[in-house]
C-alpha cells in the first residue's frame, strides 16, 4: 500500500555554494553523508550534496509533513554495494514514518537524479504488512 509520495528538485550550484560552509554540511547532513560529500571529488560534492538534499526533502514530502518535528539530519540517504539510493530514518523522522504507517512496516524507495545542473530525488513510502521480509 502506497502511504506517501514526494519529489524534489536541487539547483547544484545553489549547493556548491552551502557546502563550502562546514556548519551548512555538518547541520543538513549525517556523518555518513559528510564523508562522502567530503571524499568526493571537488567536481562531484556539489552534485552528490545536492542529490542527498533532493532525496530528504523528498522523503520529507512523502512522510507529509515536510520537515516538521524532525530535521534533515533525521533522514540519511547511502547507496547500497550498486549504489542504489538507500533510506534510513532516525528520531521524529521515524517517528513519523511510523504514525503513518500504522499497522504497517514503513518502507521507503528513493531515487535520484542528476541532469543539466539540477539534482532530483523521487520518495515513495511503502506500508508492509508486519513480518513481511
Known sequence: MILGIGLDLCEIERMKRAVEKPRFVDRVFTAAEAARIRAAAEGRAAEIAAGLFA???????????????????DIEITP??????????YEGARARANALAGPYKPRIWVSVTHEKGMAAATAVIEGEAQGTP
Open 55 to 73: 532525496a530528504k526533502e523528498a522523503v520529507a514530502k512523502a512522510l507529509g509533513t515536510g520537515f516538521a518535528g524532525f530535521g534533515p539530519g
Open 80 to 89: 547500497d554495494i550498486a549504489g542504489r539510493p538507500l533510506c534510513a530514518l
